[in-house]
């Protein structure tokens, strides 16, 4: 039995698709635990930030630290085929990225000159929901929406909730990320 052409192509094209799905459900799979750990940094950060906002600093300071060691750990746990693996091969992207983004965020503080509290707790989820959205244009529309979210809780939490600020980005942004995080599982 020979195939036609039309129905060549269109087995071709169905082959093309799944394998695309296939690769999306793998990078969801793959994001997962970090929207979860950032998550939880986030849930932890702005909730202590409120109950301790003289030590502010020393909170993100302790807490972004810990959860770049966690992030390192997550990425090196795991090949390609999602199997556990023994080396770094490619982890350095991700402390990179952490490092380019830290830096980034501190030097847009100094540049922008003396910045509020609040104005500098709305800066990093308004940056991170940009980036999930913008990378979801290549990696699949849950990302578009996780960052849309983001930046919408915050832009709300601003505006409207400003004297409780912190403790809606803890829960509300926390929560979001966490959220995505399990709701990218479920592909």
């Not at 750990?37 to 702005?46: A, D, P």
């Amino acid at each position: 039995m020979s195939l036609s052409p039309q129905e060549a192509a269109s087995t071709l094209s169905d082959v093309e698709r799944a394998a695309k799905r296939s690769a999306r459900a793998f990078g969801y799979r793959k994001a997962s635990p970090h929207l979860i750990l950032w998550g939880i940094v986030w849930l932890i950060g702005y909730g202590a930030t409120d109950v301790f906002p003289a030590r502010a600093g020393l909170i993100w300071l302790a807490l972004i630290a810990a959860a770049c060691i966690v992030a390192f750990y997550i990425s090196r746990c795991y090949r390609e085929d999602g199997r556990a693996k023994g080396n770094a091969v490619g982890v350095w992207r991700v402390v990179a990225l952490i490092a380019i983004a830290y830096v980034f965020i501190i030097g847009t503080y100094a540049i922008l000159g003396p910045l509020r509290g609040m104005q500098q707790g709305a800066f990093v989820p308004l940056l991170v929901g940009a980036v999930y959205t913008g990378v979801g244009l290549w990696l699949g529309m849950r990302f578009v929406i996780a960052g849309a979210l983001l930046i919408a809780l915050t832009f709300a939490g601003y505006f409207y909730l400003q004297e409780y600020f912190l403790l809606w980005m803890a829960f509300a942004g926390g929560g979001a990320l966490i959220l995505a995080g399990f709701w990218l599982r479920t592909v």
